[in-house]
């Protein structure tokens, strides 16, 4: 009854003698020979899944490298008849929509002896080896994609085991085929970053230098997207989003921008190409409206885009920002000769009251400085500050009799309606 017997030969010893005899008698012993011819009469039995079911499920992520096509732990392959034979395993992808090149079935663990034979979309194994040894190999069979994006969603690998059996009537070569067997891989795709790089086009802002531009080249990638649908540059802005502005062109896209001026920050929407958006983002341009005093910190930008499902890496870029002290205005609002007549005119009062004094980036000043270019008569002749209404608020200083300066008396600051009205006060 049993599969696949052990022992080939088996050796029967019988003796004949006539029972009616109380004594046994002079004996004839017999020898049979029997030959147990074991007949590979069984298929073999795949299950991709083990005791879970003939099938298999599994899944291959995008640029994820080989995954079994089994389960490992639990397939099995087997075959009443247990006889070293000749075996052929056929793997085989039925749907693909790819080229060959780029779905690949492989096995490892093939031992010496056993041909490997790879064709499109087939791998096929055979030799002369025990049904465990194919279990093994089977085992260890996987599934490839090397496609950049692979094609479609689902494939069905179909398993079938061929084995050279021979007939019980005939005692001929008699191929008989496994079940079959499927197992469906689930493509899951993964959606690729997109990548920014830029190059600055400045390392340093000048207060006063206008609107200028940032870069001198973009370029964005993306291997599984064509288009993106967004975009974020933003920075902090020391001096406030109303004077410190980003500005981008947009005209034959199909982006739209909008500063955000309480943020600091430009954003650029809409679905359109990556070279769209690269070339919006390379029109980039900043300036700092405000020339009373900007803060000398150093601007950093982070730009950034979105291809919808991934944002891409965040760039940086900075600007050290270099403040001007801009010099004060003086305009005396008045002739520029005046007239002294001899024995005439005691003093002249040497600025009127429609002086103009402006400083852009300043309320205050720290001295006024008035000199007697050429006074032929010396001493004789002087500068005078009629200090009247202004005695804790500037003070004069004189040096000899023909310079005269003015500066903030002690615990004041100076402005500059004080230094207008101090002018006023000066006598020739």
Not at 20 to 43: G, R
Not at 99 to 127: C, D, F, K, N, Q
Not at 263 to 278: A, C, F, K, R, V
């Amino acid at each position: 009854p049993f599969a696949y017997p052990e022992t080939q030969f088996y050796m029967i010893s019988y003796t004949v003698y006539d029972n009616s005899s109380t004594t046994l008698p002079t004996a004839q012993t017999f020898t049979l020979t029997v030959e147990v011819i074991s007949l590979d009469v069984y298929p073999s039995v795949l299950a991709l899944n083990g005791y879970n079911g003939v099938n298999y499920t599994t899944n291959f992520t995008e640029g994820g490298g080989p995954v079994p096509v089994v389960n490992r732990s639990a397939f099995s392959l087997t075959n009443k008849d247990r006889l070293p034979n000749t075996y052929l395993a056929t793997i085989m992808i039925l749907d693909s929509q790819q080229p060959a090149e780029e779905e690949v079935l492989s096995a490892s663990s093939v031992p010496l002896g056993m041909a490997v034979i790879s064709e499109p979309y087939t791998l096929m194994l055979t030799g002369f080896f025990t049904i465990s040894t194919f279990q093994t190999v089977l085992r260890n069979v996987t599934y490839n994609n090397l496609a950049l994006i692979p094609t479609g969603f689902i494939r069905t690998l179909r398993f079938d085991v061929l084995s050279s059996g021979r007939s019980v009537l005939a005692n001929q070569i008699t191929p008989m085929d496994s079940n079959i067997a499927f197992t469906t891989v689930s493509i899951i795709y993964v959606d690729y970053t997109p990548v920014l790089k830029v190059t600055p086009r400045l390392t340093q802002y000048t207060e006063g230098d206008g609107v200028v531009n940032l870069l001198t080249s973009t370029t964005i990638t993306d291997i599984d997207n064509t288009t993106l649908v967004s975009a974020n540059i933003t920075f902090f802005a020391p001096d406030g989003g109303d004077v410190e502005l980003l500005n981008v062109t947009t005209t034959g896209t199909a982006i739209t921008a909008t500063y955000i001026h309480s943020i600091s920050t430009l954003l650029l929407q809409g679905e359109d190409t990556l070279q769209n958006y690269s070339n919006v983002i390379y029109s980039l341009t900043y300036v700092n409206t405000y020339l009373n005093n900007p803060i000398p910190l150093t601007r950093v930008f982070t730009i950034s885009v979105f291809d919808g499902i991934k944002s891409s890496n965040l760039v940086n870029i900075s600007l050290t920002f270099i403040a001007v002290n801009y010099p004060p205005v003086l305009n005396l609002g008045k002739p520029d000769m005046l007239t002294f007549m001899e024995d005439i005119t005691k003093n002249i009062t040497l600025v009127m009251g429609n002086v103009i004094l402006t400083d852009v980036d300043n309320t205050t000043l720290a001295s006024i400085t008035v000199t007697l270019l050429d006074n032929p008569d010396g001493l004789l002749e002087s500068i005078i500050y009629v200090d009247v209404q202004l005695s804790n608020i500037i003070t004069a200083m004189s040096y000899g009799s023909n310079k005269v300066v003015l500066t903030p008396a002690s615990g004041t600051s100076g402005t500059l309606q004080s230094f207008r009205v101090a002018l006023t006060l000066l006598v020739y």
